[in-house]
């Protein structure tokens, strides 16, 4: 019997993390960055206007006010884009676009809101402090500083600033493509009739929302029956598409349990007897090249379980993330139970509260039942460990957070 760590840890060590791959910004979202990303210019790369107005010297606006506005000729404009260098002479005023590169002599901009909106002359009513609505160059980003560094993830923020810097690619671990396959002769497709000795599958569909949850590409099998071919010509069929297969069911000591040996002919792979509830039997190996698999149990609170576990940390370890599991917080049961002896329990539970009063975990349904109404009403697993057998209400568990 093997621990919950030891499994863990065999489950990251499969998990490679994918190369650096050259991609076009759209196809970096959800990525984690693979370099270290400089700025090629200054951002902004002028002097520019942060809003529409007239560039002036303050100098000449010194006893401008509301009730007595100082009149200016207006003697140029510039737009956002204009290059040709244009020089502000004293006593005068240049209309400015949102944008525009501030003219030479120019110290500030005056709002067009405390103006008359003057096209030859301008009346200005208010005096600029220097510097008043200019956004100076470089002061967002300098020529050479980093950016974004390795290990960020892309997402809509910083494509702005990727692209804001000139960047149209950028060198990313890539989404790892799973392909989750369920397995069993008594598995049909949700939406038929519903018939003794069926069972819709839940674990496909319920896997693949988990593996897009955390960032990888999804291909999801019909299910596969418990034949050794059609499960053997399947598996080798995904190798071509597949950085990770997941494979739900068929892991068991029965007759009609066909994994262990279709696999034993396809590569590596390791089934373990694992000290922890729900889910104590599961795999993990190589398959074909040395494609990683996992192999979960077929019930689908254990499957999903098992995924927050194991699965979703090796998943982002392949994307390149440092921090893999969810976060984690202290919570007070709020009833007793019996905890098997010698297996760290993983119970469906609903934490309230905060940080500040503390937080409650309530359990849903049975802790030793796998209830799929349970796991759908629960937002996190109350985790007790090894050497506890009876917990009592009101004792604080180490809760792993899923919403």
């Known amino acids: 019997m093997r621990s919950v760590t030891e499994f863990y840890q065999d489950c990251l060590d ?43 010297r303050s100098s000449d606006l010194v006893n401008a006010r509301a009730g007595a506005p100082i009149l200016l000729p207006v003697v140029a404009e510039v737009c956002a884009g204009d290059i040709n260098p244009i020089v502000l002479v004293p006593g005068s005023a240049i209309r400015i676009a949102s944008g525009a590169p501030i003219p030479e002599g120019a110290d500030a901009v005056i709002a067009l809101e405390f103006t008359d909106n003057g096209v030859a002359n301008v009346a200005i009513g208010t005096a600029p402090g220097v510097g008043e609505n200019i956004r100076r160059r470089a002061e967002d980003v300098s020529q050479g500083a980093t950016v974004l560094r390795k290990g960020t993830r892309v997402g809509s923020r910083q494509v702005a600033l990727l692209a804001g810097v000139g960047r149209s690619r950028v060198t990313v671990h890539p989404r790892p493509r799973v392909v989750i396959i369920s397995i069993g002769d008594e ?10 000795g069926t069972v819709f599958d839940a674990n496909g569909h319920a896997l693949s929302t ?5 960032g990888a590409e999804v291909f999801r099998v019909a299910a596969v029956p418990d034949s050794h071919r059609i499960l053997s010509e399947t598996i080798e069929d995904q190798l071509v598409r597949a950085d990770l297969i997941i494979t739900t069911g068929g892991i068991s ?18 089934f373990d007897g694992v000290a922890a509830w729900p889910g104590h039997i599961l795999g993990v190996g190589v398959v074909g090249s040395g494609t990683p698999i996992f192999c979960l149990p077929g019930d689908p609170v254990s499957a999903n379980v ?29 009833r007793a139970w019996y905890s ?12 309230s509260g905060g940080p500040q009063n503390g937080y409650t975990a309530k359990v849903m349904g049975t802790p030793e039942a796998l209830w799929l109404s349970a796991l759908a009403e629960s937002n996190a697993l109350a985790v007790v460990p090894e050497d506890v057998t009876n917990v009592q209400a009101g004792d604080a568990l180490r809760c792993l957070v899923l919403d």
Do not use: K
């Open 340 to 351: 098997p002896r010698g297996r760290r329990e993983f119970v469906r539970v609903r934490l």
């Open 14 to 56: 499969h998990a490679v993390q994918q190369p650096p791959l050259d991609v076009l910004l759209a196809d970096a979202v959800g990525c984690v960055l693979a370099e270290d990303v400089q700025a090629p210019f200054d951002v902004p790369v002028a002097d520019l206007s942060m809003c529409d107005g007239y560039a002036v």
């Open 210 to 214: 988990a593996i897009a949850d955390a």
């Open 306 to 334: 098992c995924f927050e576990v194991y699965v979703r940390p090796a998943l982002r370890r392949m994307q390149g993330w440092t921090n893999l599991s969810r976060p984690t917080v202290s919570a007070r049961v709020d």
């Open 253 to 270: 000591f029965g007759s009609g349990d066909t994994v262990r040996e279709v696999l034993s002919g396809l590569g590596t792979v390791r």
């Open 187 to 196: 598995l049909v497709e949700p939406g038929h009739e519903a018939r003794p």
